[in-house]
């Protein structure tokens, strides 16, 4: 017995130094990318409008979360689509948030809109975009709700502006692919979040449960209308690009928005 006890006493270090423990250091640390009282790094565009112009104070802070509202509009929706950048592009990165649906459609916003919105990846530039440019090219982590009782309709489903994916070993030629996930009501906070490594894999997880997984995109495709050509060369990968979080005429909340890079 003391012949075992010495030998182990000069295996075990042995082992563990053929797998080291990973150090807290070792794993990215989530940043939040809202600081709860502002907007401060983020830039709005909106179609018709500058860059930089926040209409109507579409997008506004209240209670630590970001909202997106319509009561300061005049008239009708005029297919005002909106969104908010954040300022730093990312490639590879983990992005989580939740979001949730408040209120009543926007007169005159398109009937496909309501109980929907987004958040874009992979994003061109704001600045780059044209006055009357109506979404930017980008892919976006499409977010629903329950519309009827007894339909289902399941959010974290991934959409194209301007942009091409391989789903199933094939490009897919739908502006919207549908994801496994559950219907949610929509005053539900709902979890989502998005990996992304880079031009490859990408994959969508709603209440924790990935729902949706593709790869590969790269500019192409249509939806887009109003661009600068210089900006949309059909077929050059999607690398990488700038987070933004999608104005259609419905009012919705986000909030706890935080991302780590992989």
Known sequence: MRFLSISLYFVVPLLMSCHPQVSER????????FNGTDLSGWTTKIHHYDCGVNYGQTFRVNDSIIQVRYDQYEGDYND????????????????????????????????????????????????TMLKEQNWPISVEMQFLARVEEDQDRPTGNMCSPGTDVVYEGAVDDRHCIPSSSETYDPSAWVSAELIVYGDSLIQHIIEGDTVLQYSSPTIGGGVVDGFDPEHKIDGQPLKSGHIALQSEGQPIDFRNIKIRTL
């Open 26 to 33: 070792d794993v990215p640390q989530w940043d939040s990318l």
């Open 80 to 127: 005002r689509f909106g969104h908010l950048y954040y300022d730093v592009p990312f490639s590879r990165f983990h992005l989580k948030m939740e979001y949730r649906f408040v209120g009543e459609l926007h007169p005159g916003a398109p009937s496909y809109t309501v109980l929907n919105s987004g958040v874009m990846f992979h994003s061109q530039d704001p600045r």
